[in-house]
């Protein structure tokens, strides 16, 4: 059952164009390196996402609606890959507030993976046994329609200095652990100083072996990926993988092809996680050329997210029968090697949980 709050209704077709980047937006002259002065200088504001993108101003009171809920924040490099004057351009659609938002509807919540209940110190959820995730930042250089974590309450996940050393002691404490995720938020949006005061004292803990940094922001904000980070990354001992969330394939232009580049050459690992998102990747061409663009930059298709049900975004839903189709279908346009495999996260589970094809992924991979 849906709900909707009063506000006007401006919603949009979820009829999708498939084309190149072309018609981007204009886009005003930004701080080239300088990625602190792109986060700072995003679009932050319904009016200028507007006029930016040269929007048709019917969509204000929408976007001014779902921007009261989760505000808009829209960094200008990424701003720059997406179309003007067009409601329905994949990219936009991530990022575009819509009056959608203020339904509720039965079954979507604000937690949908219950991760408050698996939280034994601030800023830490340990979930699976040998690995943790640890909230390295409470903020993003992009906000996600989607997200599940849109309503996290990131102000009771900030440690402080303290709170570092005591989840440090926790991860020393416990054998088991081998593997540690960064995520947050965007863990890169924290400074390089703390990320690699960060690193070096895990790197210390002698029974971590992988560092995994989950993060969007070489995708948005390429400039991201500069010396003082690549210095620190490539410094640590641990096995370094950087898994990057992209879902479209017009989100990899060449600037993000050479954040790849500089990652792969200390070492690293590329790995891509996406969400399947109705009206913007739900359709084997879209899959097929995110697969295919990931691979041309260096990074293969990890997972493929069915979609969470967090309050606001039901209508980005697409179902599991629809979700299994389309995993089918692609079998016959991708090698083993890019298929994503297509997981759920069921609160509770000791792992994620395959869904259709991609629970015989692996023997798929195998064949190949
Ligand atoms: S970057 Fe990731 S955590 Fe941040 S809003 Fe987008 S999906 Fe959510």
Known sequence: MITRTPAPLHTIAHEQRESPVSGASKQPPTARGDWRAQLRDCIRTP???LEQLDLPATLLPGIRDGHALFSIRVPQAYAS???TDDP???????VLPLDAEMDVVDGY???PLEEADHSPLPGLIHKYTNRVLLMASGGCAINCRYCFRRHFPYEDHQPS???WRDILDYLRADTRIHEVI????DPLVSTDKRLSWLVEALGEIPHLKRLRIH???PVVIPDRINDELLGWLGATRLQKIVV???NHANELDDDVAAAMSRLAAIGVTLLNQGVILRGINDTVATQTALAERLFECGVLPYYLHAFDPVQGAAHFTVSDTEACALMEALLEHLPGFLMPRLVREIPGRGSKTPLGSAASHVSVIASV
Do not use: F, K
């Open 47 to 49: 009016q200028a996402l």
């Open 81 to 83: 890959r997406i179309r």
């Open 88 to 94: 329905n351009d994949p990219l936009l659609r991530q």
């Open 109 to 111: 919540v604000n937690d």
């Open 161 to 163: 200095r303290e709170q």
């Open 182 to 185: 960064l995520s947050g938020g």
């Open 215 to 217: 993060t969007r922001l």
């Open 244 to 246: 990057i969330h992209t």
